[in-house]
């Protein structure tokens, strides 16, 4: 059992990571193309229509393990553009004391980890468990076949 936890699982974590961050952009992305206006004064209606598709088609990508490379670099921008156009504005941590209590507008710091995680999947792809594996892994290696054994002894070495 520790051995197993020692070890690294890499497609594990790829899986992990994209049904994370599906779940995520699929959910934002529906919210922003079922609207009929805009919903924020910072994004144009057209503005916010094109976000929402991004994030629904590179979300539903991600959950198949399909393009997931090109799909999390799409994210990743469109994370930066929400750094850039709402959140940057803020700061990192968009907490504010009152008399109320605490109120808590978020600032870029879910941005900068969900780029990370976008990032991780760049690095790692979409692993074993994907429609990417199932495409372009058995084509790019093809059947493995054992190197033939040769039978022949080596030439002996002659010392001068």
Request: hydrophobic share 50%; glycine share 10%.
């Amino acid at each position: 059992m520790l051995a197993y936890i020692r070890k690294p699982h890499a497609d594990l974590a790829a899986v992990i990571l994209r049904l994370g961050l599906a779940f995520l952009f699929i959910g934002y992305g529906y919210m922003k193309v079922s609207q009929s206006q805009a919903v924020s004064a910072y994004m144009t209606y057209s503005t916010q229509q094109a976000v929402g598709w991004a994030e629904l088609i590179c979300g539903i990508l991600l959950a198949l393990g399909l393009f997931t490379r090109l799909a999390a670099l799409v994210l990743t921008a469109d994370m930066v553009g929400a750094i850039y156009l709402v959140t940057g504005k803020r700061d990192f941590f968009g907490m504010e004391t009152g008399p109320h209590g605490e109120t808590f507008t978020p600032g870029f710091e879910y941005n900068i980890i969900v780029i990370a995680a976008c990032l991780a999947l760049v690095a790692l792809g979409g692993g074993l468990f994907s429609i990417n594996h199932l495409i372009f892994r058995r084509r790019e290696t093809g059947p493995r076949v054992a190197a033939p054994v040769s039978t022949v002894p080596p030439a002996p070495v002659v010392k001068a």
